[in-house]
């Protein structure tokens, strides 16, 4: 039952860090459109 229980939590904390990628590059993508307003048009 523990064996199971690990395999489910190893599973949730993957996904949760490919999430979190994905949420950095696009703060990432939001922070470039603020600093460069001319370069809006390469991330639309």
Known sequence: MKEW???RMKKKKKKKIV???KDII???T???IFINPQRQV???
């Open 19 to 21: 999430y979190c990628k």
């Open 26 to 28: 696009f703060f990432k």
């Open 42 to 44: 390469l991330y639309l």
């Open 30 to 32: 939001l922070i470039h």
């Open 5 to 7: 229980v690990n395999e």
